[in-house]
């Protein structure tokens, strides 16, 4: 017996997406699955879903957070509506070619054109359709019921998505003699045609012609009308239990095909139930149909659906393929969603032809390994840098993803600085140089520290050919010493001397400077091969002495704060920031022992400038003359907060 297989047989894509979106509702909801009538044409697969639990219904009087699934054939319009309204959970698995009629019907529909639908009008696909304009569609199924149709102005003409070629061309045909404007969409599915076509070859050359489906599959009974137009012996079953295997045996030739509704297992049950006849001729006729895969291989697919944990993919094979969730990316973080759609051609690792349930175990990342270790062996080569995720913090270091593949960074590398806490890093992305690589061994090590190393001396460079003596720059302090205050330039180190620090007398940089503040300061000095640069931060401002000797002559009452005492007199600061010398002897009129006898460091006095010597860069300061000046004064300003020694003195 000579066993021939119809190139295109079984499941077309939208209802294996339906088929498939409805197992997973069914793993993944909470709460009850039913589907708006049965999802395919097809009791056998309908039972097997209801043990699943997905139950088909005709009514969306569900209780409230349901899951009402839309089978693949589409529905009107106010039923997506009414499910929406009832606060239902809507999975809609209407064939992505059936929702294109949809859209096509509504735009004319609310142009103003008549619409006419080619089909069966107790279809529930010509149902759906008729759907999205109010119901108001002209139905024909036949070229009598198109010749009974009236004239039209505007019409739009679709078909059931299963229709013959024949048929539809036939009554497009009559339509258009009584249409003015005709817009004519041959919608019916290519994978009709191919079924169909593959179907009418098939029973051309053979002498029984096996056609599995549903009793109520339109596209099935229609490869039936196909296949009886060339072959005389024409059996439509729904599985093996219908069909004579003493009949089937008195034909040499038998050619097999099934409708778009019929799964593979009941294909496979068929064959098994023939065993006696030629089974393993059969076994290889029905596997010769379908792609060969093999472990390893990379192959191109389509996504089906996508949930939490899972992405299924149409590889064209006897099974479908599923990628778990640890296979899709080296980034642990990563979800499925975020990474595919439904539609989505993809290409895909094969790991497993067969996980225990007769799906094909899949792999993207496995995929992209190829190709990202070349990535990091051309960057190992010509030690260019990559960016790299932080994924975790181990010991001795830490784990991370570098072009999708996972490397370990040592904790000596991780900066230039030292660090003491790395779990800081998780999450973060970083500029890394591979210093390690053995692509035989899978072992990819990395350094940040390079790539910043890399940074700070073209920074240095960069520094370098761009500052000069004389110049103010910014800068950042590091740290103090007892001499000074090292500022960090851009990856090169300054010093501001102590002495460079103030225009005044400093004891320790503390007093003028902390660790971490950005300041400006000039250029005094630069010695490139010492790697050393002078810096001043008191040059920045004008010196007090020019400020002083610009504003103040010698006679001018100024004010001050007594900043030193010694045993021969008082230093008082003026506002300009100089220091002028108060004798004892010129403290008052009064005899005074020594200054800290009437005064205190802080203390703010009125003074009177009586002598200034330029070359010397001296202040003399009186406030005993002041005194005397204000006994021979004949006014007295008592507001002033400030005051003078005399006045001190009198109120002893």
Request: glycine content about 6%; overall charge negative; charged content about 30%.
């Amino acid at each position: 017996m000579n066993i021939i297989i119809a190139k295109n047989a079984g499941f077309c894509f939208g209802v294996k997406r339906a088929v498939n979106m409805a197992y997973a509702q069914s793993e993944i909801s909470s709460g009850k699955v039913f589907s708006y009538g049965p999802i395919v044409h097809n009791p056998q697969l309908v039972s097997k879903l209801e043990s699943k639990g997905v139950y088909p219904v005709d009514n969306i009087d569900l209780s409230k957070d349901s899951n009402i699934i839309i089978r693949s054939h589409g529905v009107p319009k106010d039923i997506i509506n009414k499910i929406i309204d009832n606060n239902l959970n809507l999975v809609d698995c209407t064939c992505p070619y059936v929702s294109k009629i949809h859209k096509k019907v509504e735009e004319y529909y609310n142009k103003g054109y008549d619409i006419i639908i080619i089909g069966d009008k107790n279809h529930p696909e010509v149902i759906g359709i008729n759907g999205w304009c109010d119901n108001k569609a002209y139905i024909v199924n036949s070229e009598e019921e198109a010749n009974k149709l009236p004239n039209f102005d505007n019409v739009c003409v679709v078909s059931q998505t299963t229709n013959t070629f024949e048929k539809f061309d036939i009554i497009s045909k009559i339509i258009k003699e009584r249409s003015n404007n005709i817009h004519i969409h041959n919608t019916i599915c290519n994978a009709t045609k191919v079924r169909q076509e593959s179907a009418a070859e098939v029973a051309k050359v053979v002498d029984a012609m096996i056609v599995i489906g549903g009793k109520n599959s339109s596209n099935t009974r229609k490869l039936v009308e196909i296949s009886k137009k060339y072959c005389k012996n024409v059996y439509h079953i729904e599985t093996i239990e219908d069909l004579s295997l003493q009949d089937i045996q008195r034909f040499n030739t038998i050619g097999i095909t099934a409708g778009a509704s019929t799964p593979d297992w009941i294909i496979k049950e068929a064959v098994e139930a023939m065993d006696n006849l030629n089974k393993e001729e059969m076994m290889e006729a029905i596997e010769s149909s379908f792609k060969k895969i093999h472990r390893g291989e990379v192959l191109k697919g389509t996504v089906l659906y996508v949930t939490d944990n899972e992405v299924m993919v149409n590889i064209n094979y006897r099974a479908d393929g599923i990628i778990p969730r640890d296979e899709l990316s080296r980034d642990p973080d990563v979800k499925p969603k975020d990474l595919f759609n439904v539609g989505d051609e993809i290409n895909v690792y094969v790991l497993k032809l067969d996980d225990g349930e007769g799906n094909v175990v899949l792999s993207t990342k496995r995929v992209e390994d190829v190709k990202n270790w070349e990535v990091l062996e051309e960057a190992f080569k010509n030690k260019t840098s990559l960016d790299c995720k932080v994924i975790n913090a181990i010991k001795g270091g830490l784990s991370v993803l570098v072009s999708g593949i996972n490397a370990f960074m040592p904790a000596s590398h991780v900066s230039v600085n030292y660090v003491t806490d790395l779990n800081q890093f998780k999450g973060q992305v970083f500029k890394v140089r591979i210093i390690d690589f053995d692509k035989d061994k899978r072992r990819v090590v990395v350094s940040r520290k390079e790539v910043e190393k890399e940074e700070i001396e073209k920074k240095i460079t960069q520094l370098w050919e761009s500052i000069e003596v004389g110049s103010t720059v910014q800068g950042k302090v590091q740290r103090l010493t007892d001499f000074g205050a090292f500022v960090d330039l851009g990856g090169v180190d300054g010093l501001i001397h102590i002495s460079d620090l103030s225009w005044n007398r400093v004891k320790h940089p503390s007093e003028v400077l902390k660790p971490g503040q950005i300041v400006e300061v000039k250029v005094l000095s630069l010695d490139k091969d010492k790697n050393r640069i002078s810096l001043g931060l008191k040059q920045t401002v004008e010196e007090p002495w020019e400020v002083f000797m610009r504003n103040v002559k010698v006679g001018d009452i100024v004010e001050g704060e007594v900043v030193n005492l010694l045993d021969f007199g008082a230093f008082v600061r003026l506002k300009e920031g100089v220091d002028g010398l108060l004798h004892v002897s010129q403290i008052s009129k009064e005899h005074v022992n020594k200054p800290s006898d009437v005064l205190k460091i802080g203390q703010v006095i009125k003074v009177k400038v009586i002598e200034i010597n330029e070359d010397e860069r001296r202040i003399s300061l009186s406030s005993k003359e002041l005194d005397e000046a204000n006994e021979e004064s004949t006014e007295f300003i008592n507001e002033d907060v400030n005051t003078t020694i005399g006045d001190v003195l009198k109120e002893e």
